[in-house]
T-cell receptor
Framework: NAGVTQTPKFQVLKTGQSMTLQCAQDMNHEYMSWYRQDPGMGLRLIHYSVGAGITDQGEVPNGYNVSRSTTEDFPLRLLSAAPSQTSVYFC???????????FGEGSWLTVV | AQTVTQSQPEMSVQEAETVTLSCTYDTSESDYYLFWYKQPPSRQMILVIRQEAYKQQNATENRFSVNFQKAAKSFSLKISDSQLGDAAMYFC???????????????FGKGTKLSVKP
């Protein structure tokens, strides 16, 4: 059981480049979400999805796009990377009635 | 809207002693869940303990227990017999019941960094 898998684990981008952080879960969970973690800020919600084809914005959505074409995958796209997007990104998932939220191991992104 | 506040950026405890981490929250939800997560230097998010708001009994997990004061909207974590492996960042979090909206997502406090002295 792989749980929640995030790729890549580390990435360095140049300002203005685009990239996609991948997130996949094999637990048939309806809920998936992306958070970013910055020093002294805790984890903040970027986007979330309550099922395939349904996405919505969280607290800090600007500069990010998401889509949910399948139950398993929830990619996060950076359209034009900025230094302010340097952060650690976490993907999470849970079942509709589940109390346990499963986190990926995090993706370290540096924008120079 | 939900908010979670951790007023202690850093705490320190002697090995084998007891420490309490504070957390207050605010929510308009009538039913909700509260959590404590541990994040070691590896950045892995580890669930420590969970409390369902409708349950009056405080949750416990081995050396970890909570003091849940619903009226005061307080949810503190007590770590007994502290061990070196308890050193980490601890996050308090809350989420509402599921109605297909944003309230089903976790809202985190800013964290408390716990150091354990040998």
């Amino acid at each position: 059981n792989a749980g929640v898998t995030q790729t890549p684990k580390f990435q360095v981008l140049k300002t203005g480049q685009s990239m996609t952080l991948q997130c996949a879960q094999d637990m048939n969970h309806e809920y998936m979400s992306w958070y970013r973690q910055d020093p002294g800020m805790g984890l903040r919600l970027i986007h979330y999805s309550v099922g395939a084809g349904i996405t919505d914005q969280g607290e800090v959505p600007n500069g990010y796009n998401v889509s949910r074409s399948t139950t398993e995958d929830f990619p996060l796209r950076l359209l034009s990377a900025a230094p302010s997007q340097t952060s650690v990104y976490f993907c999470a998932s849970r079942g509709r009635s589940g109390n346990t939220i499963y986190f990926g191991e995090g993706s370290w992104l540096t924008v120079v | 809207a939900q908010t979670v506040t951790q007023s202690q950026p850093e705490m320190s405890v002697q090995e084998a002693e007891t420490v309490t981490l504070s957390c207050t929250y605010d929510t308009s939800e009538s039913d909700y869940y509260l959590f404590w997560y541990k994040q070691p230097p590896s950045r892995q998010m580890i669930l420590v303990i969970r409390q369902e708001a409708y349950k009056q009994q405080n949750a416990t997990e081995n050396r970890f227990s909570v003091n849940f004061q619903k009226a005061a909207k307080s949810f503190s974590l007590k770590i007994s017999d502290s061990q070196l492996g308890d050193a980490a960042m601890y996050f308090c979090a809350s989420r509402g019941k599921d109605y297909g909206g944003s309230q089903g997502n976790l809202i985190f406090g800013k964290g408390t960094k716990l150091s354990v002295k040998p």
